[in-house]
């Protein structure tokens, strides 16, 4: 798929919406995440903090989530594109867990991630190269 710029642009403002409604009580930092999905659909996410930090929800699992409470079939290739925006720290890409969740719903996704020194874009494959595949 071909990212021009109106729709780069589209899915940048619905990051940062999503990032207004992040629960960033302890980090103070707001993440958001905008996953343009296999429907045409874009579904956003937000970091979610917890007291015991291993128990946080990061921005780009809670768009994945909530794009495949939406989905019910073609789930395999969900992710087309994903664009995760925070506005106080220098670009920041996926964790290595976000890494792993996207890789699984979305080989070939495009990744562009926003902080305050620009926009950064990847694929899952170069984020992740030799990623976990289980075949059961």
Known sequence: MKFNEALIATLREEALKASKQAYAPYSKLHVGAALLANDGNIYRGANVENASYGLTLC??????????????????????????????????????????????????????????????????????????????
């Open 59 to 136: 921005a780009e699992r809670a768009a994945v989530a909530a794009a495949l409470q939406a989905i019910s079939q073609n789930r395999e290739n969900l992710v087309e594109a994903i664009y995760i925006v925070n506005t106080k720290l220098p670009a920041i890409p996926p964790c290595g867990a976000c890494r792993q969740v996207l890789y699984e719903f979305g080989h070939g996704g495009i990744i562009f991630f926003d902080g305050q020194d620009g926009v950064k874009k990847s694929s899952i494959e170069k984020l992740l190269p030799e990623a976990f595949r289980l075949n059961v």
